[in-house]
């Protein structure tokens, strides 16, 4: 049996996008045509997938809690919103995941970070942990889990099992692109965790890369290839 889900036309099913969104703002859409194309510089690549990390992380921070406080401004009090509610941690998906962090860390300051480190074996394309580092504190924190590529959904699956083993309780997915069958998968193995994505492209190929995607994200950020 082929560990790549098989792809299903976009509409056979509608209800297929509940619990994700999919950021279409123009800024967003202009620079994720810059990532896909195999012109782009690595540094230029690292530099454009910071700036789109940033513009998800707005969207995916939209429902954060809050709560009014009492302040002075320099002419008069007043009542006004500060962020309430769980601390965040900012879970990167080694390796590509990192691409994500630091512009992410920018809006998010006080933000911990934690890493999970899987590889996918190449004749299964399962994924097999090989580090998992979080904050002693990360049951009672919202945790945002990042990898640029939502492929066949297996790493992305595996990470959030893991976190809930950990005692996570509130998580969201922020990825790049998502394939579609990593989108249902993911969706099925989770369905409470919400997802942000800039794009969904419908097909994976033999190798359980996103067709057309961007290729290797990874390799793509850190100019290994
Ligand atoms: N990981 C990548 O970096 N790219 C893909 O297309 C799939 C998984």
Known sequence: MSAVPAVEPLDADPAGLAGVLVVDHPLVQHKVTLVRSEDTTTDNFRRLVREISQLLTYEATRDLAMETVAIRTPIAPMQSR???GKKLCLVSILRAGNGFIDGMLELLPAARVGHIGLYRDPE??????YYFKMPEDIQERMVIVVDPML??????IAALNRLKE?????MKYV????????????????PEVGIVTAAIDETLNEHGYIVPGLGDAGDRLYGTR
Request: with cysteine; net charge positive.
């Open 82 to 84: 500060v962020l309430s």
């Open 124 to 129: 299964t394309l399962e994924p097999i942990e």
């Open 151 to 156: 492929a066949t959904g297996n790493s992305a």
């Open 166 to 170: 950990a005692g996570v309780t509130t």
């Open 175 to 190: 990825c790049l692109i998502a394939s579609r069958p990593g989108l249902r998968a993911l969706r099925a193995a989770h």
